[in-house]
């Protein structure tokens, strides 16, 4: 044990948001996925609990594997792995696995798990950006010898993603436009770039719902319909669960395992499970899980301002702006100041192949201030 701590490095207080969150993710999906116990596996209400024990342990291994891996390799990595998310992106289509009118998931052969290529486009697409916004520093005022080399691909990748997973793609090019204003693409070359990508959008969305037809833009329209003006009775159904879940969870909740509101709602153990952890800990609660994703913001910015290398800090601002954006949205979902969007809590939620995304994601920003450590080390050695 001793050998281990000896060997972990990077920021401490990451690794202490880390634990909680995953401390405060058992609880949660244990207390969630009582009622899919009693459907699919005969009441036992471990299965789950064990299952997602042994993902979030494995994400915990990768976690730890990427932070010991020098930041630099994942410059490397990003340039192949932007030549394969494309092709996994479109195979989706065509061999991917159907939910909810939404063709996201491969099925892995063997392993039996399922993973959507959208969250390996993510991780791809962020340490591309880095890449290249470190690389161009010098020609970046020129539009097509620097932000266009940069913002290209971030848009056919962002393209390929939408239509089966719009707010993962407005997510994903949200974070990458970010990157672009902290890197310093000229502004008036990332105004026209969101002026346009916006317009193509909106007349995208437009023509197809008048045309009709087109299952996912129907969606998209109606969940915002929803959102502004209500009547879809499933997403009213889920809104109004979430509701009673966060109302009846008062300031300090109902206790662990206590929640009403999970037999009722649609997804607890994922899209929703914020609400559940209102209702169980209370307000106290969510703002105890809302301050430790702004703390890994706060932290991650610091290792942003403490990185001597531009590629560092703009990966690891890409990858905690991705993760508290999400969050953020997640949480703000259950509580209906956002549409439905289907996007999970990161660490929190229940899941496969995306917690260990996540945790490689974590594990490359420890990566970076892993660095920054040892660098700082070595100059107070040489200064002494």
């Given amino acids: ?7 972990t490095k990077g920021d401490l207080v990451i690794w202490v948001i880390v634990l909680i969150l995953s401390v405060f993710s058992l609880l949660a999906v244990y207390s969630s996925t009582g009622t899919m116990a009693y459907k699919y596996q005969s009441g036992n209400t471990e299965y789950y609990l064990f299952k997602h024990l042994f993902l979030m342990a494995f994400g915990l291994v990768i976690m730890y594997v990427c932070h010991q891996i020098n930041y630099k390799y994942y410059s490397r990595i990003a340039q192949v792995l932007l030549w394969i998310t494309p092709v996994l992106l479109i195979a989706t289509y065509f061999i991917g696995t159907n939910v909810n009118q939404a063709t996201r998931w491969i099925q892995l052969p063997i392993v039996n798990l399922t993973f959507q290529p959208s969250d390996l486009a993510k991780l791809a697409l962020i340490m591309y950006t880095a890449r290249m916004l470190s690389k161009k520093q010098e020609v970046l005022d020129d539009f097509w010898k620097g932000t266009a ?22 997510v994903l090019f949200t974070t990458c436009t970010l990157l672009m204003f902290i890197g310093r693409v000229n502004l008036k070359h990332l105004f026209a770039i969101l002026g346009t990508s916006f317009t193509v959008l909106v007349l995208f969305i437009t023509i197809a719902y008048q045309m009709g037809g087109v299952a996912r833009v129907n969606t998209w ?30 300031f300090f909740g109902k206790g662990p395992g206590n929640s009403n509101t999970k ?7 994922s899209d929703f499970i914020f609400a559940i952890i209102v209702e169980e800990y209370g307000s106290l609660g969510g703002i105890v899980l809302i ?20 590629f560092g800090a703009l990966l690891a601002a890409g990858l905690s702006f991705s993760l508290v954006l999400q969050a953020l949205i997640n949480m703000g979902v259950a509580v209906h100041l956002f549409p439905v969007t289907g996007l999970t809590l990161p660490l929190v939620s229940m899941g496969g192949t995306s917690l260990w995304f996540t945790s490689i994601a974590f594990g490359i ?7 920054i450590e040892e660098n700082e080390d070595l100059e107070e050695v040489a200064t002494a």
Avoid: H
């Fill in 221 to 250: 329209v109606n969940r915002i319909d929803n959102y502004v003006y209500g009547g879809d009775a499933d997403e009213s159904y889920q809104n109004q669960q979430a509701k009673i879940a966060i109302a009846t969870g008062g």
């Fill in 365 to 371: 920003i420890l990566s970076v201030s892993r660095d």
């Fill in 1 to 7: 044990m001793n050998w281990l701590f000896s060997r």
């Fill in 149 to 170: 080399q940069i913002v290209g691909p971030a848009l056919f990748i962002c393209a390929l993603i939408a239509p089966a997973n719009l707010s993962t793609a407005l």
């Fill in 263 to 269: 037999n009722f709602l649609p997804n607890p153990y």
């Fill in 291 to 310: 301050c430790l994703y702004l703390l890994l913001l706060y932290r991650s910015i610091r290792i942003v301002m403490r990185s001597p290398r531009a």
